[in-house]
Structure formats: structure tokens, C-alpha cells
């Protein structure tokens, strides 16, 4: 339907941005996880197997993200997590646990699909929530229309051309 994600069930962007305008009482977080290499991953074994691999992205998502996260699929690839009242701190501790959950390759029968990870997080205080009203993947980077200042988070190895890159080791 118009409020979910048909491959991972997952609330779409339009329901995460309506989520952070009836929750955002605060300073609050937002962590974007892509897979940069999902549209290579899928045309080589096929959308159906590529299908299968990222509903188990969107599952090790939810299932590490904190009780009070809002977890939405926001692009081909692509996830956005809103956390209601999270510091900077505890921001990078769920964006370090998503990269090291999700830089565990999916397994089909045999054949282990490994699509990368990166990881930004943002800090949203102050920053009126109808400003963010879209990301989009664009290879690696991600483009963030608003006014917040996103770290990385990528995989080490990836993370070299992006400026003011945390690596996760």
C-alpha cells in the first residue's frame, strides 16, 4: 500500500517523515543504511534472489534497532531509522552495530550475497521536521535535503573518498 515498502514490508519514507513530525519532541537522530553495491549484487544473481536478500536486511535491521526506532525502507537499497531522543553518542553505537550486522553476507543456498553496507547518522536538534523530506541513494553518498550535518559510518575500505569518514573498526 502507499504507507509500505512491497518488498520489506517496512514503512516507506512517507511514513518515516510522518513519524518524525508526530514524535520529534526533541533532539533526536536519524541513521541512513545503504547497500552501494545492490543493483551490481542484482543483476548478477537475479531480483528474485536480490529480492530475498534485502528482506533479510530490512529483518537484521529491525531486529538491532532500539524498541523505540522507527525503521523505514527510503530507496532502492537504501534505510532510514529515526530515534526518537537518541544522543550523538548512542546514535554511532546503533549505526556501528547495523554496519557490523549487516556486513555479514546473505546466504542463498550456498551463495553468499554481500552488497556492502554504509551508514550516516545525523543529530536533528532544531531542525523543524518538514525539512526532511527526502533522501536519495546516488551510488555510495547519500544526498540529504536538510539543514543537518550527517556523519559516515561506511565500512572500512569504502569509506576513503568521503570526507570526515568514521570507520567502524
Excluded at 24 to 44: C, D, F, Q, S, Y
Amino acid at each position: 500500500n502507499a504507507t509500505h515498502d512491497p518488498i520489506t514490508d517496512l514503512p516507506n519514507r512517507r511514513s518515516l517523515i510522518a513519524a518524525i513530525e508526530d514524535n520529534a519532541k526533541g533532539p533526536a537522530a536519524m541513521l541512513a543504511v545503504i547497500a552501494p553495491r545492490w543493483r551490481e549484487t542484482t543483476n548478477t544473481v537475479g531480483r528474485d534472489i536480490g529480492e530475498r536478500a534485502m528482506r533479510a536486511w530490512a529483518d537484521r535491521i529491525k531486529s538491532r534497532a532500539p524498541s523505540d526506532a522507527v525503521v523505514a525502507a527510503i530507496g532502492e537499497a537504501s534505510f532510514g531509522l529515526f530515534l526518537p531522543e537518541a544522543s550523538e553518542s548512542q546514535a554511532l553505537s546503533v549505526g556501528r552495530n547495523l554496519i557490523a550486522a549487516l556486513s555479514v553476507p546473505y546466504d542463498e543456498e550456498g551463495l553468499a550475497i554481500d552488497a556492502g553496507v554504509s551508514a550516516a547518522y545525523g543529530i536533528l536538534a532544531d531542525v523543524p521536521a518538514y525539512l526532511i523530506y527526502a533522501v536519495v541513494a546516488v551510488g555510495c553518498a547519500l544526498v540529504v535535503l536538510a539543514r543537518i550535518h550527517w556523519r559516515w559510518l561506511p565500512e572500512c575500505g569504502e569509506c576513503a573518498p568521503i570526507p570526515g569518514c568514521i570507520c567502524p573498526a
